[in-house]
């Protein structure tokens, strides 16, 4: 009996320890007295406004992208490389596609996504390129990617867990750059 007695005691201080993984009722109340309110959390955050600003930039960055990749798809035509001129215009619409998905979650999260055109080049991170040479436009676009890897890359990493649902958007955007990025990077070594 003793002997028991003592075996409980040794196990006190690790069962004082376990924290129950409960969840916040207080949280899902929120969420429940809000059914057509599709992203509650990150509404009520208070990096709200910092994250619809990072967002606009990558929405401007994004449509500087698509105009700077139009162009080159456009005038590369009928240059040694038309395949490379069709190529970007592929990029073209999948930049597109990232400014379509930025400028959604800009609306989910309440904010107003900016397509003013005469402060987009301003806002971008990237640079619009009009380039003739069709080396010096896959370097241009190069170029861009990187910007945009690294401004995407900063915003995952100030995100965090502040608002997972922008921050995996961010993530899988930051993939598309890498993979035009080796892209590009493939075309300049022939
Ligand atoms: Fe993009
Ligand atoms: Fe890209």
């Known amino acids: 009996m003793l002997i ?3 075996s409980i005691l040794q196990k006190a ?4 320890a376990h924290v129950q993984l409960a969840l916040d ?7 429940r007295r809000s059914p057509d309110d599709s992203a509650v959390a990150s509404r009520d955050s208070v ?3 910092d994250i619809i600003e990072l967002l606009n930039g990558a929405l401007a960055t994004e449509l500087v992208c ?6 080159h798809h456009f005038t590369a035509d009928g240059m040694a490389s038309p395949k490379i001129a069709e190529e970007f215009g592929v990029h073209a619409a999948e930049e597109a596609a990232h400014a379509d998905r930025l400028a959604t979650r800009i609306v989910q999260l309440g904010g107003e996504p900016d397509f003013s055109p005469d402060s987009l080049s301003r ?9 003739a040479d069709l080396k010096a436009m896959i370097k241009a676009n190069l170029v861009a990617e990187r910007v945009a890897i690294e401004s995407y890359g900063q915003m995952v990493a100030l995100i965090g ?3 997972p649902t ?21 075309w300049l070594a022939h």
Do not use: F, M, N
């Open 4 to 6: 028991k007695k003592d």
């Open 13 to 16: 201080p690790q069962a004082a």
């Open 25 to 31: 009722e207080a949280a899902i109340e929120v969420a």
């Open 47 to 49: 990096w709200r406004q």
């Open 66 to 71: 698509v105009l700077r990749y139009k162009r």
């Open 123 to 131: 806002r971008s991170h990237a640079a619009y390129d009009d380039s």
């Open 161 to 163: 867990d502040k608002d």
């Open 166 to 186: 922008t921050r995996r958007l961010l993530e899988d955007i930051l993939a598309d750059e890498q993979q035009h990025a080796e892209e590009l990077k493939g």
